[in-house]
């Protein structure tokens, strides 16, 4: 999954603004999704947006 890491975050960015999504109180669900192709991997990631903050 780290190959989606600059991805994730520019969406991430883009809905939220500056920011990033907290691993505290943080959830990820994973389920097989049966397709005739091929099943396929839904990923679900659920986690509080930080907005960064200037000091």
């Known amino acids: 999954m780290d190959r989606n ?5 520019e969406l991430i960015h ?3 603004g ?3 999504m ?3 109180d943080f959830s ?3 389920t097989r999704e049966p ?3 091929g099943d396929r991997v839904h990923v679900v ?7 960064y903050k200037t000091y």
């Open 18 to 20: 500056d920011g990033i």
């Open 45 to 51: 990631f659920s986690g509080k947006f930080l907005p």
């Open 35 to 37: 397709d005739p192709k």
């Open 28 to 30: 990820m669900d994973i």
């Open 22 to 24: 907290s691993a505290i």
């Open 5 to 9: 890491d600059v991805t994730e975050k």
């Open 14 to 16: 883009e809905e939220f």
